[in-house]
């Protein structure tokens, strides 16, 4: 059973730049969630994906928006980058339904904006 | 507004003692209450989680206590080690299955021999 990977690990971008980052989730987990983590702060909720549509949304601009494709991988892209969008983005996975509340997290993708 | 408050910010624990982290809420719409634990370069993983119908759970060493009426709930490592060092993170949700969670700013727990 793979985890959830995301990719690239790292990245460099200049303010006012796009980047897209993507994500693989764990097997069989068929809801996403995309997470914005702060140097030395907790992560903080961007979005929800479930069933290809976004299902919740925390308090992001919309130039953060996210794809989910069908075999339930998904995609963040941030537009008109900004020096604090500087973070670590954590993309973690789930099972949708009663009683199923672990989300399993990925590496992250460290971004750089310079 | 942040809504989960963690205290304290860093922590420096003996081994073998008992480490012990803090957190306060204010939603009273929480359902769901984890902890989660991160190593450097790593993402956070589920540690234990408590849900607001019992006082507390223990998992081995690992021992969450839930204070509904302080709207408070706490980590307690036992007998910690030195592997037990890195950063900890408490979180709540509306609903258990519901995976939107807010999370505390962490604390850096550091084990010495």
Same mark, same amino acid.
């Given at each position: 059973?793979?985890?959830?990977?995301?990719?690239?690990?790292?990245?460099?971008?200049?303010?006012?730049?796009?980047?897209?980052?993507?994500?693989?989730?764990?097997?069989?987990?068929?809801?996403?969630?995309?997470?914005?983590?702060?140097?030395?702060?907790?992560?903080?909720?961007?979005?929800?994906?479930?069933?290809?549509?976004?299902?919740?949304?925390?308090?992001?601009?919309?130039?953060?928006? +996210?794809?989910? #494709?069908?075999?339930?991988? &998904?995609? $963040?892209? %941030?537009?008109?980058?900004?020096?604090?969008?500087?973070?670590?983005?954590?993309?973690?996975?789930?099972?949708?339904?009663?009683?199923? +509340?672990?989300? #399993?997290?990925?590496?992250? &993708?460290? $971004?750089? %904006?310079? | 507004?942040?809504?989960?408050?963690?205290?304290?910010?860093?922590?420096?624990?003996?081994?073998?003692?008992?480490?012990?982290?803090?957190?306060?809420?204010?939603?009273?719409?929480?359902?769901?209450?984890?902890?989660?634990?991160?190593?450097?370069?790593?993402?956070?993983?589920?540690?234990?989680?408590?849900?607001?119908?019992?006082?507390?759970?223990?998992?081995?060493?690992?021992?969450?206590?839930?204070?509904?009426?302080?709207?408070?709930?706490?980590?307690?490592?036992?007998?910690?080690?030195?592997?037990?060092?890195?950063?900890?993170?408490?979180?709540?949700?509306?609903?258990?299955?519901?995976?939107?969670?807010?999370?505390?700013?962490?604390?850096?727990?550091?084990?010495?021999?």
């Amino acid at each position: 059973e793979t985890g959830v990977t995301q990719s690239p690990t790292h990245l460099i971008k200049t303010r006012g730049q796009q980047v897209t980052l993507r994500c693989s989730s764990q097997s069989g987990h068929n809801t996403v969630s995309w997470y914005q983590q702060a140097l030395g702060q907790g992560p903080q909720f961007i979005f929800q994906y479930y069933r290809e549509e976004e299902n919740g949304r925390g308090n992001f601009p919309p130039r953060f928006s +996210g794809l989910q #494709f069908p075999n339930y991988s &998904s995609e $963040l892209n %941030v537009n008109a980058l900004e020096l604090d969008d500087s973070a670590l983005y954590l993309c973690a996975s789930s099972l949708a339904g009663p009683n199923t +509340g672990e989300l #399993f997290f990925g590496e992250g &993708s460290r $971004l750089t %904006v310079l | 507004q942040q809504q989960v408050k963690q205290s304290p910010q860093s922590l420096i624990v003996q081994k073998g003692g008992i480490s012990i982290i803090n957190c306060a809420y204010e939603n009273t719409a929480f359902d769901y209450f984890p902890w989660y634990q991160q190593f450097p370069g790593k993402g956070p993983a589920l540690l234990i989680a408590i849900r607001p119908d019992v006082s507390e759970k223990k998992e081995g060493r690992f021992t969450i206590s839930f204070n509904k009426s302080a709207k408070q709930f706490s980590l307690h490592i036992m007998d910690s080690q030195p592997g037990d060092s890195a950063t900890y993170f408490c979180a709540a949700s509306r609903a258990f299955g519901n995976e939107k969670l807010t999370f505390g700013t962490g604390t850096r727990l550091t084990i010495i021999p």
